[in-house]
């Protein structure tokens, strides 16, 4: 009878713990790809030569259905190039990256924003900027504040790697403290979980 009392005490506390999990960790990074992808041409006025259209994105970003993920990608940059257009930044390019929920990894449609940035701080070594992390209300106050650095500083390593020096971007995080839309549906989420790319005297 000890026997199986122990047997049944067993099983219940593992089903209790099962329970319980979480599968979100903090302390581990989320799979991706690490498969290089070619960047794909931009025609005039920014435009993929292909048309690849699609339903908007928050911010007006294009590219609609799911995206590929990658954060290293095969970059054909040539040197010099931006300077000769100055190091003003084109009128209307957006100012902010989104993300995913629960990720931190640049989505494909938010490298040509990332590229913008980063071609104007290679031609002018000047030029600061500092990029703030935000989520959404989802989650504790330390994970978002996390989260919200592991997004700014994901975006800073992408215009390092675009041409841009270290030394000329600050990566901060606010978390779920300064959201850009209020309400607790996935419109308002979308429009929070986001990189600000803001200039620094």
Do not use: I
């Amino acid at each position: 009878m000890t026997h199986l009392k122990r047997l049944v005490l067993a099983g219940s506390t593992a089903l209790l713990l099962a329970g319980c999990g979480s599968t979100v960790k903090l302390d581990e990074t989320p799979v991706e790809s690490r498969t290089p992808t070619a960047v794909t041409p931009r025609a005039p006025g920014g435009a993929t030569a292909g048309g690849a259209g699609g339903g908007a994105q928050p911010g007006g970003v294009g590219g609609g259905g799911p995206t590929s993920q990658t954060q290293v990608a095969t970059v054909n940059a040539t040197p010099g190039a931006g300077a000769a257009g100055g190091a003003a930044l084109p009128t209307g390019t957006p100012r902010v990256v989104y993300f995913d929920f629960d990720s931190f990894v640049v989505r494909d449609d938010a490298k040509p924003v990332v590229e913008a940035h980063a071609k104007v701080l290679s031609a002018n070594k000047s030029r600061r900027m500092v990029v703030e992390g935000h989520t959404d209300e989802r989650g504790g106050r330390e994970y978002n504040l996390a989260l919200g650095q592991k997004r700014a500083e994901a975006v800073a390593r992408a215009m390092v790697l675009l041409g841009a020096a270290d030394s000329q971007l600050e990566a901060v995080s606010f978390g779920k403290e300064r959201p850009a839309a209020q309400g607790n549906d996935e419109a308002a989420w979308a429009r929070n979980r986001r990189a600000e790319l803001k200039d620094r005297p």
